[in-house]
Nanobody
Framework: QVQLVESGGGLVEPGGSLRVSCVVSGRAFNRLNMGWFRQAPGKEREFVSA????????RYADSVQGRFTVSRDNTKNTAYLQMNNLKPEDTARYYCAVSTRTELPRIFFSRADYNYWGQGTQVTVSS
């Protein structure tokens, strides 16, 4: 069983930065393709970013491109989402997710491709 635990959310002013982390256990982290999603109240969960298990393939949603950076440290079983120049519209609960559908390094954009999820961490951008 794969377990994911996010941390690092909080309240930040517009233009500020936060880094959220996701610690993964229960399976070899260095073979897991990972994604980040977010869900705002009353909205569907949406794709934010994804990183292959090799770390050399990364994608972002257009809304965060140039402001967010995804990374992973396979020695710490941890993935990170660095969020800079935060905007009020970035307010949401942020979730990390793992896909075990293939052992190949891949990027997935759909929630349906991820089969393990964390509990999420709240990010609120407000003055």
């Amino acid at each position: 069983q794969v377990q994911l635990v996010e941390s690092g959310g909080g309240l930040v002013e517009p233009g500020g930065s936060l880094r959220v982390s996701c610690v993964v256990s229960g399976r070899a982290f260095n073979r897991l393709n990972m994604g980040w999603f977010r869900q705002a109240p009353g909205k569907e969960r949406e794709f934010v970013s994804a990183i292959s298990w090799t770390g050399d393939t990364i994608r972002y949603a257009d809304s965060v491109q140039g402001r967010f950076t995804v990374s992973r440290d396979n020695t710490k079983n941890t993935a990170y989402l660095q969020m800079n120049n935060l905007k009020p519209e970035d307010t949401a609960r942020y979730y990390c997710a793992v896909s075990t559908r293939t052992e190949l390094p891949r990027i997935f954009f759909s929630r349906a491709d991820y089969n393990y999820w964390g509990q999420g961490t709240q990010v609120t951008v407000s003055s």
